[in-house]
């Protein structure tokens, strides 16, 4: 395939090189090389068994770097990949040195005064994706997988770098693609006035693009909480309990308790992973009026916290009455089914009746698992999404698919209002091309540069 043609202000004939690994001292330092210099650039300062420009691809040799006074460098294994079978799709090598940041730099001045180039972040990544070896949207996942920290969203990230997402999205963009070309057809033909599709059959068609791309973006909840973990707000009057259950959840004497009411003034935010899922938590002020300033503005950010959170646990105390008001007032700000109503302190009222969704007690650990499963039951409400489904994980992804969405409703509208072809066609071709910004077949230099500027360099 060709080379994709986008205008990129970073002329991609250059040859650029970087350090790949992390920086410091470590076992090994890895320098990448990337262009059509690199060959000749390292065999001017590599002396081994056989030149590189002479070596086969996918081969790693040893030899040792000089400067050019013949002082000895490093001795290093340089590893070849020739084009198009690297990750850039270019000719490049890798050399591994020996970890010392000392030894990587005057590698990398060494090759710079070969007329190489320092590479921006991601340009390694950028080249990969001009030169079709990945899509954007497998592109934007080589960063998810990096910075995944859980085990469920280095398996999201795997699976969009996999191309599971690009692969939906091409099967929609081809029968948006097929439904598109019968109304162009007509339109060729129209002075014989022919039909290649009838009215119905083509809302159908487009009603089941619409539904699918439905799919999609219902998976963004999931797919957000995934790649991002969960905000979960531990909400309540004061003394319930809230910094207690927080303790418990982290095994450790996180915040201050006491059975003083008021003890939590700030949010204390800390993160929990259960089953590979994340959950950032935000222990906070218990809601009371007060004319303590300072309790006032805590709890002005406890209310901050609840509009801000995917689930809260609204926390009460089994010997108190529950605080009706209050959770009338955290409904009023978050969907109700984000609400998890936590009685605490059940060891000392064992058989209360009051109702509650957990019983448990954050001194003794009763009922903790129960709340365990409330989360999750939470975090995978109403998704059935498997390891090889679709799933939407980027904000950027979901907003093409809103586009695409509106698109597809006015293309509906149209057909049912039995418009000219013309309208329905450019609808659909609308909603064709916001799918395609997805896996970058369109799309535009600044989309790139705030796609690549959150890479590291090197990668
Ligand atoms: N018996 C019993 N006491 C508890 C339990 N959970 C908390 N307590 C006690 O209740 C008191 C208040 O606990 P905290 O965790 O500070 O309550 P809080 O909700 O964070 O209070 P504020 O920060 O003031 O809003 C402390 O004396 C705790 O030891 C429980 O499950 N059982
Ligand atoms: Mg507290």
Not at 4 to 11: E, F, S
Not at 106 to 112: D, F, P, Q, S, W
């Amino acid at each position: 395939m060709e080379p994709k043609a986008i205008a990129v202000n970073q002329a991609t004939e250059d040859t650029i090189v970087a350090i790949a690994t992390p920086s410091g001292t470590g076992a090994i330092s890895v320098i990448r090389v990337s262009g059509s210099k690199s060959f000749d650039s390292i065999d001017s300062i590599f002396k081994g068994k056989t030149q590189i420009s002479e070596s086969a691809s996918h081969t790693i040799h040893y030899g040792k770097i000089y400067d050019v006074n013949g002082g000895l460098i490093d001795d290093v294994l340089v590893s070849v990949f020739r084009r198009p079978n690297s990750y850039t799709g270019e000719d490049s090598i890798e050399i591994s040195t020996h970890g010392s940041p000392l030894i990587a730099n005057k590698i990398i001045e060494l090759l710079l005064d070969q007329n190489l180039r320092i590479a921006e972040p991601g340009e390694f990544t950028r080249r990969a994706y001009l030169n079709n070896k990945i899509d954007l949207a497998q592109a934007e996942a080589v960063v998810d997988v990096i910075n995944s920290r859980t085990e469920a969203s280095l398996r999201g990230a795997r699976n969009q770098l996999d191309g599971i997402l690009s692969k939906k999205i091409d099967e929609l963009r081809s029968l948006l693609i097929n439904a598109s070309s019968f109304i162009e057809l007509e339109l060729d033909f129209a002075e014989e006035d022919l039909e290649f599709i009838g009215h119905e059959e083509l809302l159908e068609r487009v009603e089941k693009i619409s539904s699918e791309i439905e799919i999609l973006l219902s998976s963004y909840s999931f797919g957000r909480v995934i790649r991002d973990g969960v905000n979960v707000a531990l909400v309540g009057m004061p003394n319930v309990g809230k910094s207690s259950i927080l303790n418990y959840l982290l095994k450790e004497s996180r915040a201050i308790v006491s059975h003083i009411p008021g003890t939590t003034r700030d949010i204390i935010r800390e993160e929990l992973s259960i089953d590979g899922i994340l959950y950032k938590l935000y222990d906070t002020a218990g809601i009371r009026d007060s004319e303590d300033l300072i309790e006032k503005e805590g709890v002005l950010r406890s209310r901050e916290a609840i509009k801000n959170a995917d689930i809260v646990l609204f926390v009460s105390d089994v010997e108190q009455d529950i605080p009706t008001e209050l959770e009338r007032e955290v409904g009023s700000i978050i969907d109700k089914n984000k609400m998890i109503n936590v009685l605490n302190k059940i060891d000392l009222k064992p058989n209360t009746d009051k109702t509650g969704d957990v019983y448990i007690s954050a001194k003794t650990g009763e009922g903790m698992e129960n709340l365990f499963i409330k989360l999750k039951e939470k975090v995978f409400h109403k998704s059935n999404y498997s390891e090889k489904s679709a799933i939407v994980s980027n904000l950027r992804h979901f907003q093409c698919l809103k586009k695409a969405e509106g698109h597809l409703g006015n293309a509906k509208n149209s057909i049912f209002n039995k418009l000219s072809g013309e309208f329905i066609s450019v609808d659909l071709r609308s909603a064709e091309i916001s799918l395609s910004e997805i896996i970058g077949e369109v799309t535009s230099e600044d989309i790139l540069n705030n796609i690549f500027m959150k890479f590291c360099i090197g990668k």
